[in-house]
């Protein structure tokens, strides 16, 4: 995964937990690369799944809720530092329809090695989106934080639930966007 990814999810615990209980986590976490993240780096996910546990482990927030809260973070970075993505999209449903064959597409151009999901999508009506996300990581729950976030971000309000099958049926889960 991108260091960008490692950057933010530190950059959230240290405004969470302050800087020391990171570095006590960090320190108490299994990671080959030492806990040192450069943006531009490259990192194996399992260090992201690995750091995400410590600090579940030490706020007593379950694994899944922190994903959805970093998930959430993340499209405020997202959101700041790529604003041409968001520029031209009317609403969160033209947003998260251009993920998969536009957004991620540029993200990969400029990330070459990006690891990125596969979404199929499904407009039930003019209210209500169906994403099946497909992954290899188990970042289902990041992935439901980033969609909350995003409809959020174009000031709507909506119902956005994760059916996460991945426990059952392997690496996918379906995410349903219902807007009010
Ligand atoms: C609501 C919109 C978006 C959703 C739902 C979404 C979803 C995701 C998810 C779930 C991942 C984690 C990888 C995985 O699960 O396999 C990911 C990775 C990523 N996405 Fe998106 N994304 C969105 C918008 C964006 C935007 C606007 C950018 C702009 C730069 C972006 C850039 C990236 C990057 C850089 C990664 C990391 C790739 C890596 O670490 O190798 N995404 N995205």
Not at 56 to 73: A, C, D, K, M, Y
Not at 89 to 98: I, K, P
Not at 165 to 178: D, E, L, P, Y
Request: hydrophobic share 40%; glycine share 8%; charged share 25%.
């Amino acid at each position: 995964m991108k260091g960008i990814v490692f950057v933010e999810l530190l950059g959230m615990a240290e405004d969470m937990l302050g800087e020391t209980v990171v570095d006590q986590v960090i320190e108490g976490c299994d990671l080959p690369s030492g806990g040192a993240y450069t943006a531009v780096g490259d990192y194996p996910c399992a260090e992201l799944l690995e750091l995400v546990r410590g600090f579940s482990e030490h706020t007593s927030v379950p694994e899944p809720e922190l994903q959805r809260l970093f998930g959430r973070w993340m499209m405020d970075s997202f959101s700041r530092n790529y604003p041409r993505f968001f520029a031209q999209r009317t609403g969160s449903f033209d947003m998260l329809q251009a993920i998969e064959d536009e957004i991620h597409v540029e993200v990969r151009k400029i990330y070459p090695n990006a690891e990125l999901p596969r979404f199929d999508l499904n407009l039930v009506d003019a209210k209500t989106l169906e994403m099946t996300y497909h992954s290899t990581r188990p970042l289902a729950h990041f992935c439901h934080g980033l969609v909350e976030a995003c409809v959020e971000r174009f000031g709507e309000t909506a119902n956005v639930s994760l059916d996460d099958k991945s426990q059952t049926t392997g690496g996918h889960a379906v995410i349903v966007v219902a807007r009010h």
